[in-house]
């Protein structure tokens, strides 16, 4: 298990509490038998392999190269990439095998990129991490520490997997949700926190929670589905938006800031809303459950198939009060 130590950067924060829920999760790892032989041995399998050239700074995250390893080496790296599908999050390029994720992540970074705040040794949170694509683009922003908080076994061990490949010592993953946040206090200079909020059932107390664990200024990123209107109005479906269960408020635009505003963060700033699109969210090779074609009306695709507005993304930056 990669755990480096990096909580004496956070003299602020619960260590007692932090290590107990390590504890809790490192047990909770080892007893699921089925996780185990689904991803944390496939993650074994290849530790000891190691890439030669990484590549952040461009759309495709790439790590390694080919010829760094062996033909069966590269057998067995494909099978545990293969092993790791639905991929979610990319794409990548990993010892020359691509990975054309559901997601093309890299066109919601260059949403983000013109509004990053500076952070060149800066500690930053990134909540709901999935495969760490979003860490991996950060690393050539030179920052000390970035933490992503990710409580799918999948994802995680996907994560742990690359980073071992690519040997980022300022990556760190913790096997926790935004719900663990309050024991972070003041940690963080800088958190992203996208594509969460519509999953929670009580979005103003994640953004509190997400409070909590930043530093004084610090400077929050959020990004979420949203319903068009100029209202600060939410929609709550009866049972599923665009096919998913597990979404409960979907707010316009200003109703997000509004809850940013009420959960104590200042100068929020909506800088981005655009549409969602079936070439940002589509199924691939290495993705082949249903994606977005399949949670719009066909005949209209304005709406979901259940009937309520199609959704857009918003992106808001504002700072911990
Ligand atoms: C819609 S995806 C967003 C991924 C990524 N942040 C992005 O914007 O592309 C939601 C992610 O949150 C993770 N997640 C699930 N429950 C969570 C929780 N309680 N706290 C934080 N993240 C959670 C999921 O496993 C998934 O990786």
Not at 137 to 157: C, D, K, S, T
Not at 182 to 195: E, H, I, K, P, Q
Request: net charge neutral; glycine share 6%; charged share 25%.
């Amino acid at each position: 298990m990669i755990i480096k130590d990096y909580l004496d950067l956070l003299p602020a924060a619960d260590h007692d509490e932090i290590l107990a829920l390590r504890r809790d999760y490192l047990k909770k790892l080892q007893s699921d038998k089925k996780g185990v032989v689904a991803h944390r041995l496939p993650f074994e399998s290849v530790r000891h392999l190691k890439a030669s050239c990484l590549d952040f700074a461009n759309d495709v995250v790439t790590i390694g190269r080919r010829e760094d390893l062996s033909r069966d080496e590269f057998d067995l790296v494909t099978k545990v990439m293969r092993g790791f599908m639905p991929w979610r999050k990319g794409p990548y390029n990993i010892f020359g095998i691509d990975i054309d994720a559901e997601w093309r992540s890299c066109r919601k970074w260059d949403r983000v990129l013109p509004f990053l705040p500076d952070i060149k040794d800066k500690i930053v949170a990134d909540i709901g991490a999935s495969n760490g694509y979003y860490m991996f683009r950060m690393v050539p922003h030179r920052p000390q520490a970035v933490i992503g908080f990710e409580p799918y076994l999948q994802h995680y061990f996907t994560f742990q997997t690359l980073n071992n490949f690519a040997g980022c010592d300022n990556l760190h993953m913790e096997f926790l949700g935004v719900e663990h946040l309050g024991r972070f206090a003041a940690a963080f200079d800088v958190v992203f926190l996208m594509g969460i909020l519509y999953h929670r059932i009580s979005p103003i107390e994640s953004l509190k929670e997400v409070k909590k664990s930043m530093k004084r200024g610090g400077v929050l990123m959020v990004e979420s589905q949203a319903i068009p209107g100029d209202e600060p109005v939410a929609l709550f479906p009866e049972r599923r938006y665009a096919k998913a269960p597990g979404t409960y408020f979907i707010p316009t635009a200003r109703c997000l800031k509004n809850w940013m505003l009420r959960a104590g963060f200042i100068d929020v700033e909506i800088f981005c809303t655009h549409p969602m699109s079936s070439k940002e969210q589509r199924q691939t090779e290495w993705m082949t459950f249903e994606s977005y074609t399949d949670f719009i009306d066909p005949q209209n695709p304005s709406l979901t198939v259940e009937g309520y507005p199609a959704p857009l993304r918003v992106f808001l930056k504002g700072f911990a009060g």
